[in-house]
């Protein structure tokens, strides 16, 4: 992308009423524009981080065999009322909205009914189990309050994956390969090394959900670890019960904030039961289908990671999400030459900011915006035919040979 | 995709309560769900279809120099008041909610409003324009009447387009460039020979729009063409000043019905006039910025394509957008061994049937879901390396060697 191409300029200042660091960095390096609390536009730059962390999921989910499909936001009451879930006192986060020819619909704070309705026209047999059913899709809560940027969204973007089974052991057995798929995510999202995977409130059929939460101050749960990390809890089940389960004890455990990125939760017969999901088994008999549900949140992520990486001058990305490898800078006649000649071969890696502006500018921006590698050619460089490149996150500069740069 | 690992299953006969061939067809063949009139889950293959065609909308676009964002639902009422579109006289498909912190918010029909407020953000100076800048982005239209299928959505998947210009000229330049892209995308689709430009109303900046019609007997929209279809208008404009203007006589014009799978209009001053969407000339004097818009109905394409190309069989997709390239059968343990080995070289592009079913199953389904060609592969056809490659829209089978059938 060259920077004189597109729309987006680097600003000065984030909004006024953009408290969060995420939202207020993100807005400032062009990547979103907010449009009121909890509600932001993906600009080019936001879209290509976004775009990046589906992949990654979608790579690692698609190797577990998980089918991906779009569901509608538009929900009808009825399949709702069957769960008792479209009441307002039981989901207090519902956008509600009436229909020009009578009626009154939502708007999907989550998908479990539909979809688990849906799979009443696909499966009739145990030959049709299991499946596990995937979605990117946008989901709309009606969050009372809304100040964390990106953490916490009124609309935002979330992965979430359905699994049906024949038997709790079947389920187990794919709940353990979730766990294990989540890890991998997060370990590629650049962020597995302060993500944990916690213990939380099971809901009526569990005892137990388990929720991925990322260390952050600004993370909007509070967990408890011990000494290791091997126990780490959600505050929301601090209890006697829970820590004799867990063999620790309450001096052993530390307190910290976490932002919750992913959580898995075993939901047996929860939805299956009241919207009548059934399969006929082996011996002709008529069984309620087991079910498992696994989210992660896409653009939160995009916020977590933001947050987590940002330092004083701005964002820096892991390479695996950043929407460019290269920030590109030519210096000089000669450089600006060369790097037009650099940006032509890796276009879609790098980009190139030829803009008519001072290098310090430029700089300072390739630091706002937080790509992962600055290359600077100048004249002075390419006496050996190298470029400076210089390391966003160490801050660390190496002369390298030109052709060594990787696509 | 293996058809024993998918959760899909063609279906003997519709809802219903669906009366449109694309609803009825697309959900027999496992493309869609139906939520409710007018709302739609896009199961695997449906899918697939759409990301095809959002490939070759956003490779055209791209090439133009359009950039990608992605704009929120969710919209605030005091900017569609500066433009007088809240009101539910103005504009009547509004879906419109409460926010648990008070105050309305609505769903965006589209997007004209917030794009415009946004660039208040990026655009001041004459040097910062042209911009295009478009997005695929889920719709919202409160329709009173909903029994098209895809053809008209509730909730609907739409590429929409924005430019940015300083002078008429300019648009007027650009505008006639977006009308060859949509040429080329139609022709890209498969529908170019069935897809005309066509003169609409312009509303009150421009005398005209050009919308694009697709010939469908199921078309919504009535349109007049002259011998050669040199000349095209919609109903909406057949007057006698505009038969004057298109130099056409009512006599020689012929009455047949469209789909209207995109339009151009040329906005003009009509949102950055009450948005104060500004620049800066090069005499330093403040002008307002003028404005074109471009849609494109993605998901009602999809429906466009698969009731065109349908026939009483069932589905038959250009391969530009069919899902799969190669529908697979093997007979016989020689011919579904082979089959296997095909698979693993050609897994991306090939639906591989490997139910437990008759061939004869396995060939209905073919037809009904529409893939390309149907490849089938026995130990007669094996007996000179070959299999039996049948065309979906001819009927025409050819035996081909193997090796020659293409990724």
Redesign the interface.
């Known amino acids: 992308m060259r920077f004189s191409?597109?729309?987006?300029?680097t600003?000065r200042e984030a909004p006024k009423d953009e408290t969060a660091k995420n939202g207020a960095l993100l807005t400032r390096a062009g990547y979103i524009?907010k449009?009121?609390?909890g509600?932001?536009?993906?600009?080019?730059l936001?879209?290509k981080v976004?775009e990046n962390i589906k992949a990654i999921i979608r790579d690692e989910l698609n190797k577990l065999?998980c089918?991906?499909?779009?569901?509608?936001?538009?929900?009808?009451p009825e399949l709702w009322e069957k769960t008792g879930r479209f009441s307002d006192s039981e989901v207090?986060?519902w956008?509600?909205?009436?229909?020009?020819?009578g009626g009154i619909?939502g708007?999907a704070p989550t998908h479990e009914e539909?979809l688990t309705n849906?799979?009443r026209?696909?499966?009739s047999s145990y030959k049709?189990l299991p499946?596990y059913?995937y979605q990117f899709q946008?989901k709309?809560r009606?969050?009372?309050?809304a100040k964390s940027g990106i953490l916490r969204g009124?609309?935002f973007l979330m992965k979430d994956l359905y699994s049906f089974h024949t038997s709790e052991e079947d389920l187990d057995k794919f709940y353990s390969e979730v766990e294990k798929a989540y890890g991998r995510i997060f370990d590629r999202l650049g962020i597995g090394d302060a993500t944990f995977e916690t213990f939380a409130s099971g809901g009526i059929f569990s005892k137990y959900s388990h929720e991925f939460q990322t260390l952050l101050p600004v993370g909007e749960d509070t967990i408890y670890y011990n000494g290791d990390k091997s126990v780490v809890l959600n505050k929301e089940v601090l209890n006697d019960e829970v820590l004799a389960d867990l063999k620790v004890s309450r001096d052993e455990l530390s307190e910290t904030t976490g932002a919750e990125v992913g959580n898995i939760f075993k939901l047996k017969f929860k939805y299956s039961e009241p919207l009548e999901l059934k399969y006929i088994d082996d011996n002709n008999t008529q069984k309620t289908v087991y079910m498992g549900c696994y989210g992660i949140g896409v653009s939160r992520l995009m916020g977590v990671i933001a947050e987590k990486f940002a330092d004083e001058k701005g964002l820096a990305w892991p390479e695996s999400v950043a929407p460019f490898k290269y920030y590109l800078v030519g210096i000089g006649e000669e450089g600006i030459k060369k790097a037009e000649e650099f940006y032509e071969d890796h276009s879609e890696e790098t980009l190139f900011d030829d803009r008519d502006l001072r290098p310090g500018e430029k700089f300072a921006d390739s630091e706002l915006i937080g790509i992962p590698y600055r290359v600077v050619i100048s004249s002075k460089t390419l006496e050996n035919g190298s470029a400076e490149v210089t390391n966003r996150k160490t801050g660390e500069t190496k002369i390298v040979k030109l052709e060594e740069l990787e696509k």
């Open positions: 191409k597109t729309f987006i300029k600003l524009h449009e009121m609390a509600v932001y536009d993906f600009l080019p936001g879209l976004i065999g089918e991906e499909v779009l569901m509608s936001a538009l929900q009808n207090d986060v956008f509600k909205t009436e229909l020009s020819a619909l708007l539909p849906m799979l026209t696909y499966i049709d499946l059913i946008t709309f009606n969050e009372l309050r009124r609309e």
